[in-house]
């Protein structure tokens, strides 16, 4: 399968990425460095901003995307706002990426706890707009992540999940998940 991979330099992208082997996955990340990092977890790696349509459809039409994974998040500034402009604005620009690419699969990450303010309004939008893609839709919700390269080393507040496990689940999910929302959170 053709996979275009937003966020693929994240966190839960680099955790995701060695899962697909086999597949055909073009990772997007912010930043020249991360490239060649992408390349070495099996994925090509392209710089493009989701805040430029025009860009990510040069990109995303020659590829022609049969999955478009949508894990962009701007954690590390430490900005909300910057967040919720990933989920407002990259999310409506992926959805418009993988409708006009003709994708037949919408995945996208999502939160397994409650957000407060903008930041609940912005999760909210984006599942809603996620919804509305022509094709098949995967929304994954992933509990807060620990672990390696996470903002926590041990379990925080639940619901969590350690970032290993939500790599391989995420990867099952979009190659081979049934549509709808799926919570992933660790057992117990």
């Given at each position: 399968m053709r996979i275009l991979f937003a966020g693929a330099g994240g966190v839960l992208g680099r955790a995701t990425l060695p899962h697909l082997s086999g597949h055909d996955?073009?990772?997007?990340?912010?930043?020249?460095?991360?490239?060649?990092?992408l390349r070495a977890l099996g994925a090509e790696g392209v710089v493009c901003d989701v805040y430029d349509y025009e860009a990510l459809l040069r990109v995303a039409a020659p590829f022609r995307p049969e999955i478009?994974?949508?894990?962009?998040?701007?954690?590390?500034?430490?900005?909300?706002?910057?967040?919720?402009?990933?989920?407002?604005?990259?999310?409506?620009?992926?959805?418009?990426?993988?409708?006009?690419?003709?994708?037949?699969?919408l995945v996208v990450e999502s939160?397994?706890?409650?957000?407060?303010?903008?930041a609940g309004r912005a999760v909210d939008r984006l599942e809603q707009s996620t919804r509305s893609f022509s094709g098949?839709?995967?929304?994954l919700r992933f509990g807060r992540l620990w672990g390696p390269g996470t903002a926590y080393e041990a379990p925080a507040r639940p619901p969590t999940l350690h970032i290993d496990q939500a790599g391989a689940l995420a990867a099952q999910l979009i190659a081979r998940g049934a549509p709808g929302t799926h919570t992933l959170v660790d057992a117990g």
């Open positions: 996955v073009l990772g997007l990340t912010r930043s020249e460095e991360k490239r060649q990092v478009v994974v949508n894990f962009v998040t701007d954690l590390t500034g430490g900005s909300a706002e910057a967040n919720n402009r990933a989920r407002r604005e990259g999310g409506a620009n992926l959805l418009a990426l993988a409708n006009a690419t003709k994708a037949s699969r939160v397994a706890f409650t957000l407060e303010g903008e098949e839709t995967l929304i």
